[in-house]
Nanobody
Framework: QVQLVESGGGLVQPGGSLRLTCVASGSAFIFSLGAMGWYRQGPGKERELVAVIPSGGGTNYADSVKGRFTISRDNAKKTVDLQMNSLKPEDTAVYYC?????????WGQGTLVTVSS
């Protein structure tokens, strides 16, 4: 079965840091050729793109997280990480890992990040 599994979410205080990890698995899955992204959905909000790292390199970030979050990938391990620093209460959301290649779109189950004092 092809799947993405996120981990690393939890409760942190404002200004703190968390590192999210997404692990991909499945035989019918070419990890290195797909774009990997992190999305989030906060209370009462639509799901939004947080960061994406295409197969060919480079990165893109939402304006709200630029300078605070860093996305990275390891094609050998089939993992994607999101390092989150200087967290704010408005970062509170369920964070989802995403894989896109051609017409194939795969999502993880989500991991909850709560930023509160």
């Amino acid at each position: 079965q092809v799947q993405l599994v996120e981990s690393g979410g939890g409760l942190v205080q404002p200004g703190g840091s968390l590192r999210l990890t997404c692990v991909a698995s499945g035989s019918a899955f070419i990890f290195s050729l797909g774009a990997m992204g992190w999305y989030r959905q906060g209370p009462g909000k639509e799901r939004e793109l947080v960061a994406v790292i295409p197969s060919g390199g480079g990165t893109n970030y939402a304006d709200s997280v630029k300078g605070r979050f860093t996305i990275s990938r390891d094609n050998a391990k089939k993992t994607v990480d999101l390092q989150m620093n200087s967290l704010k209460p408005e970062d509170t959301a369920v964070y989802y890992c995403n894989y896109k290649r051609n017409n194939f779109d795969l999502w993880g189950q989500g991991t909850l990040v709560t930023v509160s004092s």
